[in-house]
């Protein structure tokens, strides 16, 4: 990284790694800082625990943000631990009016809090809940309208999911506002023996995910694009040839 | 039922199956599907028990991946099914409860300390002396102390400070620790993958004189092990509580006058190495 500096517009950081962040990790993001734009991706916001969100983990990462002058910051749309456990894992709930509700006040105390857009993600998820009233894509714009925050979009994600739970994942791009798209992810996936499709981001983009993209990109494009790649992470041209790859698919 | 009220009740119960330790018995860690609650399987479509597992087992091979990159050293020594094992029993009494997943780690080397068992079973014949365990699992946190700790500048010493040394004790940065071994394992970690491998390296014989002591320190951004002789030791960790002079008169204690002198001149030597390494970051007055 530091020998090649990449053509990439922006890196983004997993925030939890980085708060309070201890000796080498913070020089190596303050090198990169000073020649990337950065924006922060969390893991542990837990917007949607059965708690309400930890005011001293927001103020940690609004210095964060404010150190690194973070034009955005995201998270997702889920919830990732409870009864003072972490699972540090991006937990589903069912899709219902009054989690709506929840979760779209929470969202917007946390933009307000970050004092900077916040965008939520859209997650791969396993399980579907017999009790949901709605739609993921519903429930994901609903959440996004009413707490005036925006979309993190995961396309690989929408890809997972659908392929999960058996719903045509260009219903869920059509219900998108893409003017209210910060940003959006592509990654690898991993198909279990059983059917199951696991995010696992450790592997190059398969070819449905990036027809998804690109019918994204030709309904609401242009919009940043960020390659998720952070397991089994090959050599620095691999990955960036998945960039080149994105690009190609845009034109 | 209010929406926080059904959430916080789910969640008790979704978390209770993600967090259930998956069966050994059959070799290869596999979720125990017919463990989870049926209640909160009625509520999932679909087959939920495969479904669980799917976040039963993320939750595991997660943390198990963070020991593993964490204690390379201790899980080479193990083996990973070893140290998953470990690793479980540990989580099982002390569930992550931060933000950050790599300090899900906290208060492992302590508790494999105090409960690990004396003999760490590694397959059917072979087995690791918890004290090795414990020692590597101190070796791989200096490493961690090291990498994580923060730009210090080093101590740099002008003429007015070389008098102040005998009324003030040098301040150790955070960036270098001192380890002891029993068993060459400093030299054994340096030569690992520096990814976390699967495979299983046997413990050495240990040192036939008895145990010695490193400095693991940081030059630039690089780690950096440097051999201590016992004296050399011993005057580092004075000098963490005395000003030189004093640390100096204590190891001169019991010593013939010519071992004295000669122990003035390496002392003189330790000392310039130090300043050179950074071990120093400042001086504190003596109240």
């Not at chain 1, 990439?8 to 201890?22: C, H, K, M, Q, T």
């Not at chain 1, 219900?175 to 450790?202: E, K």
């Not at chain 2, 199956?17 to 679909?46: E, F």
Request: hydrophobic share 45%.
């Amino acid at each position: 990284m530091f020998e090649h500096w990449p053509e990439v517009g922006f890196f983004e950081i997993i925030s939890e790694n980085f708060l309070d962040a201890p000796g080498a990790p913070a020089r190596h993001l303050a090198r990169i800082r000073e020649r990337y734009p950065i924006v922060l991706h969390g893991v542990s916001l837990n917007l949607l625990g059965h708690a309400d969100p930890d005011e001293a983990y927001l103020d940690r990462l609004r210095r964060l943000a404010d150190q690194l002058d973070a034009p955005f910051v995201t998270d997702h749309l889920c919830w990732t631990g409870a009864h003072g456990i972490s699972h540090h894992d991006l937990l589903p709930t069912p899709y219902t009016d009054d989690l709506v509700a929840l979760a779209a006040e929470r969202a917007s105390h946390v933009q307000r809090r970050l004092g900077r857009p916040f965008g939520l993600e859209n997650l791969s998820s396993y399980v579907a809940f017999r009790e949901s009233t709605m739609t993921e894509w519903e429930f994901y714009t609903r959440v996004v309208r009413e707490s005036d925050c925006w979309y993190m979009l995961d396309i690989n994600n929408i890809y997972v999911s659908s392929e999960n739970h058996g719903f045509d994942p260009y219903d869920y791009i059509a219900a998108i506002n893409f003017s209210r798209v910060l940003q959006t992810h592509l990654a690898g996936h991993t198909r279990q023996p059983d059917g199951i499709i696991v995010d696992t981001h450790d592997r190059p983009v398969c070819d449905e995910v990036w027809k998804l993209y690109a019918h994204a990109w030709k309904l609401g494009g242009p919009f940043p694009t960020l390659i998720e790649w952070d397991a089994s992470i090959p050599a620095m041209p691999e990955v960036l040839a998945e960039m080149t790859k994105a690009r190609e698919v845009r034109e | 039922m209010t929406a926080t009220l059904r959430l916080a009740e789910l969640q008790r119960r979704f978390g209770d199956a993600i967090r259930l330790p998956l069966d050994r018995g059959t070799g290869v860690l596999q979720a125990q599907v017919g463990s989870y609650d049926p209640a909160l399987c009625a509520g999932i479509l679909g087959n939920a028990r495969e479904r669980l597992a799917v976040y039963n087992r993320q939750y595991w091979f997660r943390l198990f991946g963070v020991f593993h990159q964490s204690y390379r050293l201790a899980t080479a020594l193990c083996g990973p099914w070893a140290m998953n094992e470990l690793a479980a029993s540990f989580l099982l009494a002390y569930p992550p409860t931060g933000h950050d997943l790599a300090r899900a780690i906290d208060g492992f080397v302590q508790w494999a300390g105090d409960e690990a068992p004396d003999q760490i079973a590694l397959g059917r014949t072979a087995a690791l002396p918890r004290r090795a365990l414990v020692e590597a699992l101190r070796i791989d946190d200096a490493y961690r102390v090291v990498f994580e700790a923060p730009a210090e500048p080093a101590l740099v010493l002008g003429e007015a400070d070389v008098d102040r040394l005998s009324r003030a004790r040098l301040v150790a940065s955070r960036s270098a620790v001192l380890v002891e071994e029993t068993w060459p394992l400093v030299q054994l970690r340096r030569g690992l993958p520096a990814e976390a491998a699967e495979r299983w390296v046997a413990l050495p014989a240990p040192h036939e004189l008895g145990p010695r002591e490193w400095l693991v320190c940081r030059i630039g951004e690089a780690h950096r092990v440097v051999p201590l002789s016992p004296m050399h030791a011993r005057l580092l960790r004075l000098l963490r509580a005395h000003t030189l002079p004093e640390a100096l008169a204590m190891l001169e204690i019991g010593l013939a006058p010519d071992a004295v002198v000669e122990l003035a001149e390496r002392a003189r030597r330790w000392f310039a190495d130090g300043i050179q390494l950074g071990l120093w970051s400042g001086l504190e007055q003596v109240a």
